[in-house]
C-alpha cells in the first residue's frame, strides 16, 4: 500500500475508486465501507483510495476537549492496509482545508488532484463546511456514487462516538465487539494515563473511582 502525506506529488491514479473521512478506530461500520472499495476498485480495474485526515477535525477546529481517538495516525494506516487498500492520502486538516465549500472539495482534490470516478460514501457522509450531500447533482453528475448503509452489531449502531461512550464507561469488551479489533496500543497507553493520573477515593472522597483492567 502507498501512503501519501498530502497532495503535492500525487502520481496518476487508474480508475480511481476513493472514499474521505476520519475513520478513526477503523471499526466494522468502517470495514464494511473499505471492503465496498476495495470491490468497486477491482471491478472497474482500478485502485482504491481512502482520504483521511491529520490531525483530526475536531482538533483543528477547537472541538477536541474529551476527545478520545482510537488510533493513532500510524494504527490506522496498518488496519487500512490490513483490508487491502491501495492507498492512502493523508489530508493536513489546516483551518484553511477546513474553509473549503464542498464543492470546492469536489472540484480542486475529488476531480483535479485525483480524478475520481466513483465515489464510496457512508450513507450520512457530507462535504466541506457547508455540509454538500454525496447524492447532490454536483457530484452524482460528475462520478458515480456508491451509498454504504449503516452497519449494527447486535442493535447498537456502530460509529466511532457510540465505541468512545463504550470506553469511557468501561465497556471495553463491547468496545471490541464494535470495533471488530481489539484496543490499540496507543488507546490503552492513553487510558493508562488517564487512570494513573484521576484522584483517587482520598482525593476525592465523594466520587466512586472506577479503574479498568489495563495492568496487562
Given at each position: 500500500?502507498?501512503v501519501f502525506h498530502?497532495?503535492?506529488h500525487?502520481?496518476?491514479?487508474e480508475?480511481?475508486?476513493?472514499t474521505v473521512?476520519?475513520?478513526?478506530?477503523v471499526h466494522?461500520?468502517h470495514?464494511?465501507l473499505i471492503?465496498?472499495l476495495?470491490?468497486?476498485?477491482?471491478?472497474?480495474?482500478?485502485?482504491?483510495?481512502?482520504?483521511?485526515?491529520?490531525?483530526?477535525?475536531?482538533i483543528?477546529l477547537?472541538?477536541a476537549e474529551?476527545?478520545?481517538?482510537?488510533t493513532?495516525?500510524?494504527?490506522?494506516?496498518a488496519?487500512?492496509a490490513d483490508?487491502g487498500?491501495?492507498n492512502v492520502i493523508?489530508?493536513?486538516?489546516?483551518r484553511?482545508?477546513?474553509?473549503?465549500?464542498g464543492?470546492?472539495?469536489?472540484?480542486?482534490y475529488l476531480?483535479?488532484?485525483i480524478?475520481t470516478?466513483i465515489?464510496?460514501?457512508?450513507y450520512?457522509?457530507?462535504?466541506?463546511?457547508?455540509g454538500?450531500?454525496?447524492d447532490?447533482?454536483?457530484?452524482?453528475?460528475?462520478?458515480r456514487?456508491?451509498?454504504v448503509?449503516?452497519?449494527s452489531?447486535d442493535?447498537v449502531?456502530?460509529?466511532?462516538?457510540?465505541?468512545?461512550?463504550?470506553?469511557?464507561?468501561?465497556?471495553?469488551?463491547?468496545?471490541?465487539?464494535l470495533?471488530?479489533?481489539?484496543l490499540?496500543?496507543?488507546?490503552?497507553d492513553?487510558m493508562?494515563?488517564?487512570?494513573?493520573s484521576?484522584?483517587?477515593?482520598?482525593?476525592?472522597?465523594?466520587?466512586?473511582?472506577h479503574?479498568?483492567?489495563?495492568?496487562?
Amino acid at each position: 500500500m502507498r501512503v501519501f502525506h498530502g497532495f503535492e506529488h500525487l502520481p496518476r491514479f487508474e480508475h480511481p475508486a476513493v472514499t474521505v473521512g476520519s475513520y478513526d478506530g477503523v471499526h466494522r461500520g468502517h470495514r464494511a465501507l473499505i471492503e465496498r472499495l476495495v470491490a468497486e476498485a477491482h471491478a472497474a480495474d482500478g485502485e482504491s483510495i481512502v482520504m483521511t485526515f491529520e490531525p483530526h477535525p475536531r482538533i483543528t477546529l477547537g472541538r477536541a476537549e474529551g476527545l478520545l481517538l482510537l488510533t493513532s495516525l500510524d494504527e490506522k494506516i496498518a488496519l487500512l492496509a490490513d483490508l487491502g487498500v491501495d492507498n492512502v492520502i493523508i489530508i493536513p486538516f489546516d483551518r484553511s482545508f477546513s474553509a473549503l465549500s464542498g464543492s470546492e472539495f469536489v472540484d480542486q482534490y475529488l476531480l483535479k488532484r485525483i480524478g475520481t470516478e466513483i465515489l464510496v460514501a457512508g450513507y450520512n457522509h457530507r462535504f466541506g463546511h457547508d455540509g454538500l450531500a454525496c447524492d447532490s447533482p454536483e457530484i452524482t453528475g460528475r462520478m458515480r456514487i456508491v451509498c454504504v448503509g449503516p452497519c449494527s452489531v447486535d442493535g447498537v449502531r456502530v460509529s466511532s462516538t457510540a465505541i468512545r461512550r463504550l470506553i469511557e464507561s468501561g465497556q471495553t469488551a463491547k468496545a471490541e465487539q464494535l470495533l471488530g479489533h481489539p484496543l490499540s496500543n496507543s488507546l490503552i497507553d492513553r487510558m493508562r494515563s488517564s487512570i494513573a493520573s484521576a484522584p483517587t477515593s482520598m482525593d476525592s472522597p465523594d466520587q466512586p473511582h472506577h479503574q479498568h483492567n489495563l495492568s496487562k
